[in-house]
């Protein structure tokens, strides 16, 4: 009997152990860690604005420091946001301008870099880049001076023949050095060179077969921009003037005839151009090149380099597929209002990676606004523990240097606190902002639906009584850390028209935020950088909350709003518990949604009717087998009492 009850109880103990640790299996299983840094990195390739079938020489923080210091030849380089609008709509006229101006690249290339892109934050911190776009020129031999605050020069406009024509000048004003001999003469054509053919020839070598005499009017530099046109031609040689008397000798008369050609035997043959561009003379000139089978040199190694590095730079290792996206989309256009976790994560790992390494000094004002937001954001983010652990140790650490930081510091102490805790994030790639098309949407939507979660997190929990604490910080971060100068800009102006800081409840920052949004909508409908599948409406539409609109409007005029049902409306989409998890890879990272409550409550209910019967006979059961058990071998009070036995008693008879 004893034998058979230690069985029991030991198999009884067995199956209970097992149950412990396979419970505990099923608990701490999860998805293996992934990197980071190779995620970031082949979102900002798929993000960014140019590749290799631009003529923009695309760079990295691989490449950066090898085209441009130290070089025999100027660069302009302009720095952009993948994700700013404003960035988004220069980006075709920058593109036209690099292939109109291609033929300049061995003087004057044109590049950009992607400040979005987390590994060009160093870059773009160091160069103080604090507007997007930013266009910088440097000039041949270049190298940054931080005491002179030497970190190129800018050039404050956008349109493309003012930027032609100040990189003409830029160039135009260069010192030759002699690591600059090959660049042409940009001087003007002087009278000694009027005296005779040989005189026009002087100090070019011999397969200078032509040279070709343009004229431009005064305060141009229409003749420079033509020079530079033709600087891959060996066998000519392209001079300028603006001096009609020396022109006229060259049979050119400032109105039908503005380009000849001299032959070295002396023949003069003069030309007519459409217009009085650079483009236009390019034309005419190329057209008599032709005639006479003169072609430009072929493509330098150094050319050829440069587009590999443009081509490997700008392709992303790993895209996501097009089948991929148009099922995220058709995920998405069916449930119109989600509020998507992937999103709102997206969102957090922008600011923390990209936005705010990118300044060189947080101080003052700017880290009031700094402090102000990871507060917030520590309070009402709808990341894992190890994620709220990270926001909480970033927030402190901004605190305690609340003195002297910089975006660098920021960004160590980020990638320290990641290697410590470990995966940080589900997710890592958009879904209720994913667009149609690269360049569309993306981060400006997520960051917007994570100013919306945040800002209903605060009229929900009781964590704060400021009921200005989430727009006071949206505020702050917009204007110091937002990449979108332009956007930036625009909030602003909204903010203070709108009384940003007039809001007496926690209830009524949440339909200002709403309420801005549309705005912002309603702005930006129809414009370039529109998705065409996503247009701008005004949200809620009555589609999704009937309830939202007193009344049905026609289209060309505002809704009649019941903010009443708005308001319970932004309330419940963004509610934790109805946060969708499409798209998530990591399920096991995030606490278990409503859905997983409700199942595990089934199995509990299911397990109650159908075992706990069962489950409380095997405990009793237990029970006897040990209370028995301690009957037959444990210590009586009083001593040990033999038992006798048969043989003792028949020994005394």
Not at 100 to 126: F, H, K, M, S, T
Not at 603 to 626: A, K, R, T
Request: proline share 4%.
């Amino acid at each position: 009997m004893l034998r058979r009850s230690e069985n029991l109880f030991g198999v009884t103990t067995l199956v209970l152990v097992i149950s412990l640790f396979s419970f505990n299996r099923l608990i701490d299983a999860g998805v293996p860690r992934s990197s980071y840094e190779a995620l970031m990195k082949q979102e900002s390739q798929e993000l960014g604005l140019y590749n290799h079938t631009d003529k923009v020489r695309i760079l990295t923080n691989v490449n950066f420091k090898d085209e441009v210091l130290n070089r025999n030849h100027s660069i302009l380089v302009e720095f952009y946001n993948s994700y700013c609008g404003h960035c988004r709509k220069f980006a075709p006229t920058y593109k036209l301008l690099a292939a109109e101006l291609y033929d300049w690249r061995e003087i004057v290339p044109i590049a950009a870099i992607d400040c979005a892109a987390e590994e060009n934050n160093g870059i773009c911190r160091e160069y103080e880049v604090m507007a997007y776009p930013t266009l910088r020129y440097f000039g041949p031999g270049y190298s940054p001076s931080e005491n002179e605050n030497n970190y190129g020069s800018k050039i404050m406009t956008q349109n493309k023949e003012e930027i032609r024509s100040i990189l003409a000048e830029f160039v135009a004003a260069e010192n030759k050095t002699s690591n600059m001999s090959s660049w042409p003469d940009f001087k003007p054509l002087k009278e000694s060179h009027t005296s005779s053919i040989p005189a026009l020839f002087e100090g070019l070598d011999s397969l200078k077969k032509y040279v070709v005499v343009v004229y431009e009017r005064e305060n141009t530099t229409v003749g420079i921009e033509t020079v530079l046109h033709f600087v891959r031609y060996p066998n000519i040689a392209v001079k300028h003037t603006s001096n009609s008397e020396l022109a006229a000798k060259y049979q050119i008369d400032g109105s039908r005839y503005r380009i000849a050609t001299v032959s070295r035997d002396g023949s003069i043959v003069p030309y007519g151009s459409l217009h009085e561009t650079s483009l236009s003379y390019k034309e005419t000139i190329e057209s008599f090149l032709k005639s006479q089978h003169i072609t430009e040199k072929p493509p330098s190694h150094h050319d050829n380099n440069a587009l590999m590095r443009t081509s490997s730079s700008s392709m992303p290792h790993e895209s996501t597929p097009e089948h991929e996206v148009a099922k995220i989309i058709d995920e998405v256009k069916r449930n119109k209002h989600m509020v998507y976790q992937a999103d709102l994560e997206m969102a957090i790992r922008g600011i923390l990676y990209n936005e705010i390494p990118k300044s060189s000094h947080i101080g003052g004002e700017k880290m009031t606004a700094l402090l102000r937001f990871m507060s917030v954001l520590e309070k009402y983010n709808p990341l894992s523990n190890s994620g709220r652990a990270l926001l909480k140790e970033l927030a402190s650490f901004t605190r305690k240097h609340s003195e002297d930081l910089s975006g660098g510091d920021f960004e160590k102490e980020l990638q320290r606190l990641e290697k410590q805790l470990g995966k940080v994030f589900s997710s890592h790639r958009f879904v209720g902002c994913q667009g149609s098309r690269t360049g569309l949407r993306g981060y400006t939507c997520s960051l917007w639906q994570l100013f919306h979660y945040m800002s209903v997190q605060a009229a929900t929990e009781d964590k704060s009584e400021d009921p200005l604490e989430v727009l006071q910080a949206i505020h702050g971060y917009v204007k110091h850390f937002f990449g979108c100068t332009e956007c930036a800009e625009h909030f602003q102006e909204m903010a203070k028209r709108r009384h940003i800081f007039n809001n007496p409840t926690k209830d009524d920052a949440v339909l200002w935020l709403w309420a801005a949004h549309n705005e912002v909508n309603q702005r930006l409908a129809g414009d370039d950088t529109e998705d065409p599948k996503f247009p701008k409406i005004q949200f809620p539409t009555a589609s999704s909350c009937p309830q939202c609109h007193k009344s049905t409007s026609s289209s060309s005029s505002a809704p009649d709003w019941d903010k009443e049902h708005v308001l319970k409306f932004l309330k419940n989409i963004h509610n934790p518990e109805f946060v969708n998890r499409y798209g998530v890879e990591d399920h096991e990272m995030l606490p278990p949604t409503l859905d997983k409550l409700r199942q595990k409550r089934m199995i509990g209910n299911v397990f109650s009717e159908m075992d706990m019967g069962m489950g409380m006979l095997l405990y009793g059961f237990c029970i006897v087998m040990l209370v028995v058990a301690f009957k037959l071998f444990a210590v009586k009070k009083g001593g040990y009492r033999k038992k006798p036995y048969g043989h003792d008693m028949l020994g005394k008879v």
